[in-house]
Nanobody, 124 residues
Framework: QVQLVESGGGLVQSGGSLRLSCTTSGTFRTYAVGWFRQAPGKEREFVAAINWTGDSTYYVDSVKGRFTISRDNAKNTVYLQMNSLKPEDTAVYYC??????????????????WGQGTQVTVAS
């Protein structure tokens, strides 16, 4: 397992952008990483994932074309660029990691390491 720390959340107006970061003190090189979110009173849902080799990504339909997941293994960081934000994107965003996983598997079963989350609030 790896220790994960999210950052980059905040308050933004509808239509604005934020970039979330997920970092580890270890190495991400063999880990698929996914982003999940949980809004108040709702179940946690999958948002986006990138496989451990970085050549495959997977998104929930509601963020396709607006969010982009990427990774920089040299910096042990995975990013979630969020554009055209909507009030319904408001949630606590968590990153998760699973070794040698595909992006699709991350979406289906989640990670076995999780961060503490970062709050994203989109004002209308």
């Amino acid at each position: 397992q790896v220790q994960l720390v999210e950052s980059g959340g905040g308050l933004v107006q509808s239509g604005g952008s934020l970039r979330l970061s997920c970092t580890t003190s270890g190495t991400f090189r063999t880990y698929a990483v996914g982003w999940f979110r949980q809004a108040p009173g709702k179940e946690r849902e999958f948002v986006a994932a990138i496989n451990w080799t970085g050549d495959s990504t997977y998104y929930v339909d509601s963020v396709k074309g607006r969010f982009t997941i990427s990774r920089d293994n040299a910096k042990n960081t995975v990013y979630l660029q969020m554009n055209s934000l909507k009030p319904e994107d408001t949630a606590v965003y968590y990153c998760a990691a699973r070794q040698f996983s595909s992006a699709q598997a991350m979406g289906a079963i989640g990670g076995n390491s999780w961060g503490q989350g970062t709050q994203v609030t989109v004002a209308s």
